[in-house]
């Protein structure tokens, strides 16, 4: 992977919003402790480890594409469906992600339902997806989804 993650986002809150497990008082997580363990070692030219379920797998896309990670975004869609070239917009602000729905249809396949706010030539928009994905190989990877309205 060519992209790069400053050194300093890796101690700033993770974008996908996860917070710590501690109930009386969560925190959001750091990148480094959520999402960035995916593309840490990718930067370091070593082997991505799994995400361990669909959830994880799709809040990590969408940290990358907040973070312009065009490599990992494409490292992680199923070949299947994979674009040959994939443009992302650094005009493009993401905003935040809610998570409405992970259903595991079975042992190899699960979908994501999500809503990303993102800030677009200064207008705010939102997108709506059910996601779905497959487990190949021991890992998670994107196939496709469809648009909610």
């Given at each position: ?65 907040s973070l ?6 494409l490292a ?74």
């Amino acid at each position: 992977m060519t992209d790069r993650i400053p050194t300093a986002a890796w101690g700033a809150a993770c974008p996908c919003g996860r917070h710590s497990a501690n109930t009386k008082k969560p925190k959001p997580l750091a990148l480094k402790d959520c999402c960035g363990r995916f593309f840490l070692p990718a930067q370091e030219n070593q082997t991505m480890p799994a995400a361990p379920d669909a959830e994880h797998l799709m809040r990590s896309r969408y940290t990358a594409y907040s973070l312009l990670l065009r490599d990992y975004v494409l490292a992680t869609w199923h070949a299947s469906t994979r674009p040959s070239t994939l443009e992302l917009d650094a005009n493009t602000r993401w905003l935040g992600l809610e998570v409405r729905d992970h259903t595991v249809v079975d042992d190899t396949h699960s979908e994501v339902e999500f809503v990303a706010r993102y800030r677009e030539q200064g207008r705010g928009q939102r997108m709506q997806e059910r996601s779905r994905f497959v487990k190949e190989e021991g890992r998670w990877w994107y196939v496709d989804g469809d648009f909610q309205t």
